[in-house]
């Protein structure tokens, strides 16, 4: 019997070692699989990251482009808002020097029916000259500074004024 149980044991030790190759061969088989499945994800995951930064890339540069638009149309009505600025004032300045220069002078035209004792007025003579229309008075030169002041201090801000209203317009 005893061959007997030698070949019962042979025949379980074949089984058994069977059984751990089958174990063993399922074990990596299972392996390979998962780690095809985990590189798939894996790959999935890249292309969906790569698409997510490609995507952010593209508004990036959008908004950069944007934001450099801006820039220039700023730049440009900046320089816009300046020349304007400088033409005026260079208007006003000629206006003061014709005025400071008696070159010009300013005047006002009177009401009918008001009374021309104005001591601060000088009615206006000037030889050679009629006045067609309604009468009119000189204003001394000093009131002719200050108003052009006011009126120059008056465009400066329509100019600035305009600028800020065509920007808005265009954040719109």
């Known amino acids: 019997m005893k061959i007997d149980g030698v070949k019962w044991g042979g025949v379980l030790l074949i089984i058994l070692l069977l059984m751990a190759c089958s174990a063993w061969a ?7 699989a998962y780690g095809q499945q985990l590189a798939a994800k894996e790959a999935v995951h890249q292309t969906e990251r790569t ?3 490609n995507a952010n890339s593209a508004q990036i540069l959008v908004e950069q482009g944007k934001r450099i638009a801006l820039g ?10 300046y020349r304007a600025l400088i033409d005026e004032q260079t208007k006003q300045a000629r206006l003061r020097d014709r005025l400071a ?6 005047s006002v035209q009177l009401d009918a029916t008001a009374s021309i004792s104005c001591s601060g007025v000088q009615a ?3 030889p050679g000259g009629l006045v067609h229309g309604a009468a009119r008075i000189q204003l001394d030169p ?6 052009i002041g006011i009126t120059s201090d008056g465009d400066q801000g329509l100019i600035a004024l305009q600028a800020c209203q065509s920007y808005v317009r265009l954040i719109k």
């Not at 399922?26 to 390979?32: D, H, I, K, L, S």
């Not at 000093?142 to 108003?147: D, F, L, P, V, Y």
Request: hydrophobic share 50%; charged share 15%.
């Open 72 to 81: 220039q149309w700023l730049a440009a009505s900046d320089q816009a808002h």
């Open 51 to 53: 698409n997510l930064a």
């Open 142 to 147: 000093a009131h002719a500074k200050r108003i």
């Open 26 to 32: 399922a074990w990596t088989w299972q392996a390979n």
């Open 101 to 106: 220069t008696a070159d010009l002078r300013l």
């Open 124 to 126: 206006t003579t000037s």
